[in-house]
């Protein structure tokens, strides 16, 4: 009966396309559209990310985010280091700054600045050149995509010279960085030197970089940051969190995002609902006349379900294939979408959307199928 | 042919249909319309039987009730020994796919199966495995003279042969019954008459009634027995 069920559903070839396609496009966009959301949330804190040797963050209590900060005074890094429990603690500056490329465009930057004696909060990742650099004047460390938006056309390469500015900087060294949530060019730099890159050498604390050295739980060295500093100390993985918790909360990104995902899903239910309604309408007294023959309620309910259930596999199968394709080729293309991916969880969400869509579209043929008098075959 | 009285043979051997003081209404309150106002049919295996009548006078109310796709609101209907109006839906969709088969005036077949796999669904339907389904509707196609129609979808066949597609699928399963509502009317006159000697000689059967509604009075002498119906009743 399955077979002849498949049969049903291929035989009208040009709502067998329909119900795909409707359970592909609604696949593609949920995943597309999820996969770049959750990509750009991952995105925000990524300088946290590449500051692998710290353990805790220290800043103004107003601070939420990294992109927003307000200055701290200096002697706080030396009150930090005082707290028992602290290995180390190091400045970082984090400031914008406008870039010209060698092509004349204008593009604004981020501009960390790391302690100019450890270098720490440098990304990890070497492409060319050498971190220990950048204690010479008007040195940058500079991420791939940052170079490519410089000096486009050109190799990967130390030395070069470009405005940040408008003072002169040369290139120490091209890290692989996390990509940036603004996907701008980001720079690195020591403290010092940021401080007369952005601020005209006026002293500007952001951030206190802070090591455990292992001697007591990180939640409690943190919470006695707090207290003895008065600061608000949070460990890198909150300070990720709460990053990615500024950005739902103060931009317009889940709404957008959101809205694309709910019209899509609504998209996909109407469209494969309402072509299941047809192909049910369509092929109501050749369903009445199965059960004028004989044919149980429960075989039709199979029947249908192997019908939507075939349609629904073979469309969230196009449609994630699209999605994973977009991601592979995407980040390729455009550095903005640079480390975009599909996370196996956003997969196993779409197919569950892609379930539910067959099951309404299921229940909406049932619907009328179950309740056929099969008496109506003998009627004209 | 010779045409029995009735009333003999109901006392020399059992009918396999038996339908008696059925009554049936259709609507409610004001528009009630009363079309079967105590029937009383039955067919008798080995016989092709005729149910005649004008235009609304509840014919094919008649043959739904006894094809068990109808509940009467009163009377008794038993098929083969088994009083349908007791069966529970599904039971009775059980009784259906195992005892009756049945011929409708507009095919009804699958659109996108062909005349083999149409054939096949009674069989299918009851668990069979689709290969021997198929044999057993190509020999069935073939015995109906339409072999080499096989493989075509039902669009691609003419009416008759639609017909006859239909009736392969009323017969695969070896009903005992088999009730046929105006199987000729959608056919041109030619077409019809073959389709209706088909019946004649295909599905009569010892151990087989059909019961066949008409108008077509041209075919009457391939009846072996014919019931007369008007306003809702069997004239005897
Ligand atoms: N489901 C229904 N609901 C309401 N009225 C019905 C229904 N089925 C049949 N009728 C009415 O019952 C009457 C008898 O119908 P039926 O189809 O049994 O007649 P018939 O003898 O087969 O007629 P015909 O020769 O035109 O096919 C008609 O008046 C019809 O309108
Ligand atoms: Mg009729």
Same mark, same amino acid.
Do not use: M, Y
């Given at each position: 009966m399955l077979r002849i069920a498949l049969k049903m559903l291929f035989g009208d070839s040009t709502k067998y396309l329909g119900l795909v396609l409707g359970v592909a496009f609604t696949t593609l966009l949920v995943n597309q559209q999820l996969g770049i959301f959750l990509g750009l949330l991952s995105r925000s804190g990524s300088a946290i990310s590449d500051a692998v040797e710290v353990d805790i963050w220290v800043m103004d209590p107003g601070v939420e985010t990294l992109d927003v900060v307000l200055p701290l005074r200096e002697t706080e890094l030396y009150r930090v280091r005082g707290v028992n429990g602290v290995k180390w603690a190091v400045p970082f500056f984090r400031g914008a700054g406008t870039v010209r490329t060698i092509d004349g465009d204008v593009e604004a930057t981020t501009v960390y600045g790391v302690d100019d004696v450890s270098l720490i909060g440098v990304p990890q990742g070497i492409v060319v050149g050498d971190i220990r650099n950048l204690r010479r004047p008007n040195a940058v460390v500079v991420d791939e995509d940052g170079f490519r938006r410089i000096f =486009?056309?050109?190799?990967?390469?130390? &030395?070069l010279e470009f405005e940040l500015n408008d003072r002169r900087a040369i290139v120490v060294a091209v890290v692989k960085a996390s990509p940036s949530f603004s996907s701008g060019p980001v720079l690195y730099t020591r403290y010092s030197e940021a401080l007369l890159f952005t601020n005209n050498g006026r002293n500007q604390l952001s951030f206190i970089l802070a090591k455990s050295? &292992?001697? +007591? @739980?990180m939640l409690k060295l943190r919470n006695d940051i707090c207290q003895q500093i008065g600061l608000k100390a949070v460990t890198s993985n909150e300070f990720k969190r709460a990053n990615v918790q500024f950005v739902i909360d103060n931009t317009g990104i889940p709404t957008s995002f959101g809205t694309v995902v709910a019209l899509g899903a609504i998209v996909g239910v109407c469209v494969v609902g309402l072509l299941t309604n047809l192909f049910v309408i369509e092929n109501l007294r050749q369903f009445a006349s199965l059960k004028a023959i004989g044919v149980r309620n429960s075989r039709i309910i199979k029947m249908v379900f192997v019908q939507t259930g075939t349609a629904g596999i073979v469309g969230w199968a196009i449609g994630l294939g699209g999605a994973a394709a977009f991601f592979q080729f995407a980040g390729q293309g455009d550095p903005s979408f640079r480390g975009f991916y599909l996370p196996w969880y956003v997969a196993t969400g779409s197919a569950a959307l892609a379930f539910f869509i067959m099951l309404v579209a299921s229940i909406i043929g049932l619907r009328r199928l179950l309740f056929i008098d099969p008496a109506i075959v003998f009627r004209g | 042919m010779e045409i029995r009285d009735s009333k003999q043979v109901l006392k020399a051997a059992p009918s396999i249909v038996a339908c008696e003081c059925i009554e049936k209404s259709f609507g409610? &309150?004001?528009?009630?319309? +009363?079309? %079967?106002?105590?029937a009383t049919f039955a067919a008798w295996e080995g016989e092709l039987t005729y149910i005649v009548g004008p235009s609304g006078c509840g014919k094919t109310t008649l043959i739904s009730v006894a094809g068990g796709l109808l509940t009467p609101d009163k009377g008794i209907v038993s098929v083969c020994g088994t009083e349908l109006t007791r069966l529970p839906s599904q039971k009775l969709a059980d009784f259906r796919l195992k005892n009756i088969g049945f011929v409708f005036q507009q095919f @009804?077949? %699958? =659109?996108? %199966?062909s005349a083999v796999e149409n054939a096949a669904i009674p069989l299918v339907a009851q668990g069979e495995s689709y290969g021997k389904a198929a044999r057993r509707a190509r020999s069935l196609l073939n015995d109906l003279g339409i072999e080499s129609e096989a493989t075509k979808r039902p669009s691609q066949l003419s009416g008759g042969q639609q017909q006859r597609v239909a009736i392969a699928r009323a017969l695969i399963h070896n009903p005992r019954v088999l009730i046929c509502d105006e199987p000729t009317a959608s056919l041109d006159a030619s077409s019809g008459k073959v389709v209706m000697e088909l019946l004649r000689e295909k599905a009569v059967e010892p151990g087989r009634a059909v019961v066949v509604v008409t108008h077509d009075d041209r075919i009457f002498p391939l009846a072996d027995r014919i019931a007369e119906m008007a306003d809702g009743i069997v004239k005897n």
């Open positions: =486009p056309s050109k190799e990967f390469q130390t &030395g050295d &292992g001697s +007591r @739980n | 409610k &309150g004001q528009t009630r319309t +009363r079309v %079967l106002r105590g @009804n077949l %699958l =659109p996108s %199966l």
